[in-house]
C-alpha cells in the first residue's frame, strides 16, 4: 500500500498542475467508489489546496467543498494531457482511460485527473472543507509509516522487529524516531517505492525500491 513518501509525491504533482484550475466536468464511471456527498458539487469550483493527512489526500476548492481521496492498495491518481509527461509507466498505468479508471475529472487547463484502481478497495468522499478534519483520524503524531518504511527504519536504529515497544529505552525510542525520519526523507527523495500499482501524479514510477534497506535483501545481523 502506498505510505507517506508516496501520497505526499501524488499531492506534489497535483499541487503543481491542479491548483487554481476550475474542474469543468465529472464522469464517474464506478458510483460505488463515492462514500459520501456527489462530485457534481465540484464542477465549477477552483482547486484552492491539496493536502494530505497521513495517506488520505484532500482538494479543497473555493466552494467550501472537498473532495477527500483514499487510494488504499492499488489506487492511482494519474494526470493525462500533461505536456512535459514522458516517462509515464505503461507497466503500471497503461493507456488511459482504461478498464480500471473508474473517474475522470477535466479541469480548465485542458489537464484530466483520471482514478485507476484495480482492485477497487479506493474511496472518495464529498465533505464540507470545514468538516475534513473532523472526519478524518488525528495525524498530528504519526501517520502514514507502513511496512516499508517501519523495517527500514528498526534496520537503520538497529532494533530488533520482533521486540515488544514496551522494552524499548528512551534512547531508543529517539534512535528509532531519527530512523523513521531518515527514511521517510529518503522515500520522498527517491519519489517513493513502485512495488505494487503506485506512481506519482505524471504517472512515472517511484525509485525507493532501489534502495530498500532489508525488503527482499538477504538476512543481515542487527
Given at each position: 500500500m502506498p505510505e507517506l513518501p508516496e501520497v505526499e509525491t501524488i499531492r506534489l504533482g497535483?499541487?503543481?498542475?491542479l491548483s487554481g484550475k476550475k474542474l469543468e466536468k465529472v464522469e464517474l464511471k464506478l458510483p460505488k467508489i463515492v462514500l459520501a456527498g456527489s462530485l457534481n458539487d465540484l464542477i465549477g469550483s477552483q482547486v484552492m489546496s491539496i493536502r494530505r493527512f497521513g495517506k488520505v489526500l484532500v482538494l479543497d476548492f473555493d466552494n467550501n467543498h472537498s473532495m477527500v481521496v483514499h487510494i488504499k492498495l492499488t489506487g492511482q491518481l494519474v494526470l493525462g494531457e500533461v505536456p512535459q509527461?514522458?516517462?509515464v509507466s505503461r507497466a503500471k498505468v497503461g493507456t488511459l482511460p482504461n478498464r480500471w479508471t473508474h473517474l475522470i475529472l477535466r479541469f480548465?487547463?485542458?489537464t484530466k485527473l483520471y482514478y485507476n484502481d484495480l482492485r477497487q478497495f479506493g474511496w472518495i468522499r464529498v465533505l464540507p472543507t470545514e468538516?475534513?478534519?473532523h472526519f478524518l483520524l488525528d495525524q498530528r503524531k504519526i501517520g502514514g509509516v507502513g511496512n516499508?518504511?517501519?523495517n527500514d527504519a528498526l534496520f537503520l536504529a538497529k532494533i530488533d522487529p520482533q521486540r515488544p515497544a514496551k522494552t524499548l529505552s528512551s534512547e531508543e525510542i529517539i534512535k528509532l524516531y531519527e530512523a523513521l525520519l531518515e527514511v521517510l526523507k529518503r522515500g520522498l527523495k527517491y519519489g517513493g517505492a513502485s512495488e505494487l500499482s503506485y506512481v506519482n501524479a505524471l504517472g512515472e514510477e517511484g525509485d525507493y525500491q532501489k534502495h530498500f534497506l532489508v525488503l527482499r535483501t538477504k538476512r543481515q545481523a542487527l
Amino acid at each position: 500500500m502506498p505510505e507517506l513518501p508516496e501520497v505526499e509525491t501524488i499531492r506534489l504533482g497535483l499541487e503543481e498542475y491542479l491548483s487554481g484550475k476550475k474542474l469543468e466536468k465529472v464522469e464517474l464511471k464506478l458510483p460505488k467508489i463515492v462514500l459520501a456527498g456527489s462530485l457534481n458539487d465540484l464542477i465549477g469550483s477552483q482547486v484552492m489546496s491539496i493536502r494530505r493527512f497521513g495517506k488520505v489526500l484532500v482538494l479543497d476548492f473555493d466552494n467550501n467543498h472537498s473532495m477527500v481521496v483514499h487510494i488504499k492498495l492499488t489506487g492511482q491518481l494519474v494526470l493525462g494531457e500533461v505536456p512535459q509527461v514522458s516517462r509515464v509507466s505503461r507497466a503500471k498505468v497503461g493507456t488511459l482511460p482504461n478498464r480500471w479508471t473508474h473517474l475522470i475529472l477535466r479541469f480548465s487547463n485542458g489537464t484530466k485527473l483520471y482514478y485507476n484502481d484495480l482492485r477497487q478497495f479506493g474511496w472518495i468522499r464529498v465533505l464540507p472543507t470545514e468538516s475534513v478534519e473532523h472526519f478524518l483520524l488525528d495525524q498530528r503524531k504519526i501517520g502514514g509509516v507502513g511496512n516499508i518504511y517501519a523495517n527500514d527504519a528498526l534496520f537503520l536504529a538497529k532494533i530488533d522487529p520482533q521486540r515488544p515497544a514496551k522494552t524499548l529505552s528512551s534512547e531508543e525510542i529517539i534512535k528509532l524516531y531519527e530512523a523513521l525520519l531518515e527514511v521517510l526523507k529518503r522515500g520522498l527523495k527517491y519519489g517513493g517505492a513502485s512495488e505494487l500499482s503506485y506512481v506519482n501524479a505524471l504517472g512515472e514510477e517511484g525509485d525507493y525500491q532501489k534502495h530498500f534497506l532489508v525488503l527482499r535483501t538477504k538476512r543481515q545481523a542487527l
